[in-house]
């Protein structure tokens, strides 16, 4: 940690700030839900690829494993001491190799596929490297992205295809209602809930009637996970974002705009007077191009602009954004600003709309209690 | 470089590649434009942060020195042999001791600011460092983000508040029309340019006027440099994307689809074959979240779907990216697409719309030369 500064104040800007009492708020949250449910969680990691969030994580309870988005984090989470570790983009042959050594070192590392084909060249290349992979078949439960429909055949064929031989074992299914993310009201996430959950079971139901095992039954994401009500049967539950929660997720209701526990810290280095605008340093770069809340009521541009303690200066959003310069202004055009809240040279702190893109923007997260810095997290990168 | 194969096709996916004819043929394009008109090139590395696409830069010629948008890379163009370095965005004090660093270890650094309290403020923290600090005025000449009126009082103010001590030396007035991103015909891209241009020229000669120097004029934006016919006056343009160019650039028809050096290269891990879904590796993470394009005529999606070679496939884009899956489809959601156009783990090439933000989703650049690999050239990132 080199020269990071006693308070908030001194650092420089733009960097992306965690607030500590939030995460951990936000990690017992979920944890305490799951647990009260007789599940556990596999977190997603991809949210912040951080191992020191992840320690926070493990020690909020009810942590079976860890989930990643690329065997760079998969390599990075096994060198620091996790093992149990699931693997959750389908799987390219010329991705199997690094999976090899990752098992050949000791790493119970999982893979996903979703169709019989993939399932074939997988085997094939297995059988090469002479070497056995653990594999999840990934549903489609929303109709989101990938996926083998749950209710058809070609589920039934990738289990055969992968059964009796001595490279590819199957351990279950899992799925990731991504559609979710389009749920505004506490039924409509239930309702998606429900149906990530049963169509799981209903797969896991098939494969064990058609004489395939399927251990675990894996689903998640961060509004499922918190509006779902019973979770028998479901081995265990995946979600990322929970932990620093984002705009995206405060204007689907998971969480209010104050558990937000990520924020960008930036510097005011002028203004437009005559267009109402503060122009900050942290332009998209910092903030990432994500736009996520574009598509709710309420778009929160590329960020809602508060104090530098946090607090609400009323209805300022990062309006527009170049690479190192954000355009802030008050929600309504001709709404003015007031130099007290923008000082020349100030801080402000920007809550983004969504915490997986914005962390990925930056190499280290400032963890901050108060007004005060307490440590400095790195987080990794790449494939 | 370690293990990096030797074939495109034996490539990891997601990766950055960057065709090196390509390149070299876009930087040679502005080079001699720019050259012809009797004028230096200021590239502006943001787009890259590259030290090995700044070396075939100044192989193209006519380079006067380099533009930087964060004191991360004017250290680490510093530390490798540039010296001559603008940073283009307006500074503030947090940021001057750094700046002051690194002019004491020989760095001729150029700052930039807008306003006569900024100018205060900066000359305040100039004297308590004990540093003589290069000053551009920044100029609005189009109305796009920061930058103080050419015609202003407050221009002449900031000259005034910056001259007369030995601690801040004003040099130049340097602006960028961002605004040339929405001309999307010659002539408002040529107006664009000649706004730019004659505004500054006016901005410089009531400096003069006034009593003050002004030994700098610096101009420049992609399209504005491509568009202008005459320099007379101006000391240096700056640009950046032209060197990789991009669907925002070919939307404006700064340049053609087959100008755009910069592709990433993904793998095909499955299907939704009754949406007409091909669901590759590369998601918003390789592409980033930019979805310049979206304003054009012609929505490019998160970018143009090729083959492996390169070639063009029909009209397919990805059409919805998550973290780590790309969604790829015709743009007629009716039109499906053949398995021999995207085999089963077979890889395509996806065209970018904003290289600045997809390369630094990167670490490093995979350089090829038609099928083969011929370098890998790392690129910095932060603040």
Chains 1, 2 share one sequence.
């Not at 860890?66 to 096994?78: D, G, N, P």
């Not at 409509?188 to 990530?196: D, N, P, V, Y």
């Not at 332009?283 to 994500?290: E, H, K, Q």
């Amino acid at each position: 940690m080199e020269q990071v500064p006693e308070f908030i104040s001194q650092l420089p800007t733009p960097c992306c700030l965690i607030e500590k009492q939030k995460l951990q708020r936000n990690i017992a949250r979920l944890s305490n839900h799951i647990g009260q449910l007789g599940c556990q969680i596999r977190p997603h990691v991809k949210t912040h690829k951080s191992i020191d969030v992840t320690r926070e994580i493990i020690n909020g309870g009810n942590v079976k494993g860890i989930t990643v988005s690329t065997l760079r984090e998969a390599q990075h989470f096994f060198e620091h001491g996790f093992s149990d570790i699931l693997y959750a983009v389908g799987i390219t042959p010329n991705k199997l190799e690094q999976v090899a050594q990752l098992m050949q070192s000791g790493c119970d590392i999982k893979i996903v596929l979703d169709n019989p084909d993939m399932a074939n060249l997988i085997l094939q290349t297995a059988q090469q490297l002479a070497c056995t992979f653990k594999i999840m078949i990934e549903l489609d439960t929303d109709g989101h992205r990938s996926g083998v429909d749950p209710k058809s055949d070609e589920l039934i064929e990738i289990a055969k295809m992968l059964e009796g031989n001595e490279y590819t074992q199957l351990i279950g299914v899992m799925t990731h209602a991504g559609e979710s993310y389009a749920c505004f009201t506490h039924e409509s996430k239930l309702a998606m809930a429900k149906q990530e959950r049963d169509l799981s079971l209903l797969a896991a139901e098939r494969l064990r009637q058609a004489g395939y095992a399927c251990d675990e039954v894996s689903i998640g994401s961060s509004p499922t996970a918190h509006a779902i009500d019973n979770l028998d049967g479901i081995t265990e539950v995946r979600a990322g974002v929970y932990v620093f929660f984002d705009l995206v997720m405060s204007g689907l209701q998971v969480c209010n705009q104050e558990d937000i526990a990520m924020s960008v810290l930036a510097s005011v280095i002028g203004y437009q007077k005559d267009k109402n605008w503060v122009i900050t340093d942290a332009g998209w770069m910092a903030m990432s191009r994500d736009r996520g809340t574009q598509s709710h009521s309420v778009d929160q541009g590329y960020g809602v602009v508060r104090d530098q303690q946090g607090k609400l200066l009323g209805d300022y959003i990062v309006n527009d954004a170049n690479q190192e310069h954000g355009i802030v202004r008050h929600r309504d055009p001709n709404h003015g600003f007031s130099i007290d809240a923008f000082p020349l040279a100030g801080k402000v702190r920007v809550l983004p709309n969504h915490a997986c893109s914005t962390a990925a923007q930056f190499d280290h997260f400032i963890v901050v209690d108060q007004d005060r810095v307490i440590a400095q997290w790195p987080s990794v990168r790449g494939w």
